[in-house]
């Protein structure tokens, strides 16, 4: 057994598991190394998808999806009304609480990885009475998100877009909400063609969009600065890290929380790490070091950016948020280096963006897929089979993150105001399927936590954890409230209160009027006929379906890891012995 007295850790995954053959692999084709597939049947799932995801490749499809200079870009909006303070030092704090976050999520990431993690993880570690209402709530409060997040990337894509032809036609062209939709509309479907077609490359294809944002950043920290000083002076230092302004009618220090949401909303997207678990070789490792390497480096590197956004925009804070280009961004290039170099810039702008969705939307999909192989979707057993002519992909799961993400955009068409609930809805539904893993975790389940190769500590990990729960509550109250001030009109009203409590609404009523009769948590999907009658007893006192079980592979069974966590209550009632 991999224990200590004391402490429980789960050595290295590769000196731990057995060398046997292992039916749950498909004969035609090896998916994946043995050390992967039979950590991933430790946990009830036979390898279904192919590991072509290295370490590296798993960190670049969370900082692509991050998009540090685009994401920033779209959600200046929050941060210049609070001023240079707001973006430098309000960057630099919520990042940091963010990087909490990500490593109470790297613990779990590194014991259990599985791409559907964070409803496994609630429905794990929750009470019996609790489990599959919470672990129902988690996986739907994160597939929306996912979704939600597909739609803000896409939609901030259309605005960029159409900035950069209103620059080129000097502001004499202003887009309609029908062809913001109309672009978004034309960039989902092309991120499904090319999400759909592109599996055997999409890994290698996320170090080309780190080298693209590293390549974009670069740029920017250069030019800003030099265009700044050829045309005008550069702002001191003094204005950059201490100049407070308040363009809303909330209190300053109110403002300034504000302004946490544009990196709360930027660096958002490193359960994508999770999500890829399954394709991700030494995933137990793979995982965590790419949540934390993603945050990491946008922790890093968007200081340095708002330092230098700081430094030259215009004071005038207003004349940049009303701009005419509809992009505060596009309006800072446009003073610092002009007319032609804001439309490269822009125009690499929005293509980075464009790969952020690409990222998303696949990232989304595996999530959608997990939760579907489990049944808790509509229509599961339609999105469940995995297309090996593809490449071994979801294919119809990611058809099926395009078609909600272009009925969701049709906010789009109503005012600005309800598309920025878009933004919104990132932040509140993912921040509740983040926190509820962790803190169920910490509250019912810290006996049966069982640590990966990656693990802060007995004395450091349930500290984190309660930091990185009080933080992700305190986002959710925060992504509620009007940017602008309180008493709002319908046009500056935040909709995410009305838009999530609709997803949490709906999700709990469908739960406790239908879903609660046949949802048991999450099914086992490798053969059952070869475990142990005490191996069975331990799974379903952990509350995993063993009856509801599709597609068993001959001859499936548990190796030694989960057994040894998951059989706790078993070995407690003397039920068996520890082998």
């Known amino acids: 057994m991999a224990t200590t007295m004391g402490t429980r850790v789960q050595p290295d995954l590769e000196k731990t598991v057995s060398r046997r053959s292992h039916s749950n692999v498909p004969p035609q084709e090896l998916l994946a190394n043995e050390a992967d597939t039979e950590l991933l049947a430790t946990l009830g ?11 590296l490749e798993v960190f670049g499809i969370a900082f692509s999806i991050m998009g540090l200079l685009p994401s920033i870009a779209s959600t ?14 309000g960057w630099f704090l ?48 994160n597939s929306l998100g996912l979704i939600g997040g597909l739609c803000s990337v896409d939609y901030g894509f259309a605005l960029m877009f159409c900035s950069v032809i209103v620059i080129a036609r000097d502001g004499n062209w202003t887009p309609s909400n029908g062809v913001v939709y109309a672009v978004f509309l034309c960039c989902v479907l092309l991120h499904g063609v090319l999400a759909s077609t ?61 302004s946490w949401l544009s990196p709360i909303w930027t660096i958002g997207a490193f359960d994508s ?33 708002m330092i230098v956004i700081g430094a030259c925009i215009n004071p005038d804070l207003e004349s940049v948020l009303g701009s005419s280009f509809g992009q505060p961004m596009a309006q800072i290039y446009y003073d610092a280096i002009g007319k032609s170099g804001t439309l490269g810039l822009m125009s690499l702008l929005f293509i980075v963006q464009f790969a952020m969705g690409l ?56 005012a600005p105001a309800a598309a920025a609930a878009l933004f919104s809805l990132v932040v509140a539904g993912n921040n ?33 954890a309660w930091v990185a729960i009080i933080f992700l509550v305190f986002g959710i109250v925060l992504a509620m409230f009007p940017v602008g001030g309180p008493n709002p009109t319908p046009q500056s009203m935040n909709y995410t209160v009305v838009i999530n409590m609709a997803v949490w609404g709906g999700a ?52 030694e890891p989960r057994v040894e966590g998951a059989s706790e209550k078993v070995r407690e009632k003397g039920d068996m012995d520890s082998s």
Request: proline letters at 5%; hydrophobic letters at 50%; glycine letters at 10%.
């Open 273 to 305: 790490c999770v999500h890829m678990s399954e394709e991700a070789a030494n995933a137990a490792k793979a995982v965590p070091y790419g949540i934390m390497m993603s945050i990491g480096c946008c922790w890093f590197l968007g200081f340095i950016i």
């Open 508 to 559: 709990v009523l469908y739960y406790f009027v239908d879903a609660r009769k046949w949802f048991t948590g999450p099914k086992i999907t490798i053969g059952v006929e070869g475990l142990t009658g005490e191996q069975q007893a331990a799974l379903t006192a952990e509350g995993l379906d063993l009856g509801a079980v599709e597609g068993i592979v001959p001859g499936g069974g548990l190796t």
């Open 432 to 464: 509740l399927a983040w926190g509820l893993p962790i803190f169920c975790r910490v509250v019912w389940g810290q006996h049966k936590f069982v640590p990966g190769p990656f693990y802060t500590g007995d004395y450091f990990s349930k500290p984190i």
């Open 45 to 55: 799932y036979k390898q279904e998808l192919r590991r072509n995801f290295t370490m």
């Open 76 to 89: 200046l909006a929050f941060s210049i009304p609070a001023g240079p303070v707001g973006m430098v030092w």
């Open 359 to 414: 990222s998303i939307l696949v990232a989304a999909s595996r999530q959608t897929w997990a939760f579907s192989r489990d049944g808790a979707l509509p229509f599961s057993s339609f999105f469940r089979p995995i297309s090996k002519r593809m490449g071994y992909i979801p294919f119809r799961t990611i058809w099926g993150c395009v078609l909600l993400a272009a009925v969701l955009g049709l906010l789009c068409l109503i």
């Open 94 to 141: 919520a990042s940091m609480f963010i990087f909490v976050v990500g490593v109470a999520m790297a613990d779990l990431g590194s014991a259990m990885p599985t791409s559907g993690g964070l409803y496994w993880w609630t429905h794990y570690f929750a009470s019996p009475k609790t489990r599959n209402a919470l672990s129902f709530l988690v996986g739907y409060s």
């Open 198 to 258: 592109l599996s055997k490359v999409m890994g290698k294809l996320q170090t080309v969009f780190v080298a693209m944002n590293i390549i974009l950043i670069i740029a920017t920290i250069i030019a800003l600065p030099v265009g700044k000083h050829l045309s005008s002076e550069r702002n001191d230092a003094h204005y950059i890290f201490a100049q407070t302004e308040n363009l809303t009618t909330w209190p300053t220090g109110w403002a300034f929380m504000l």
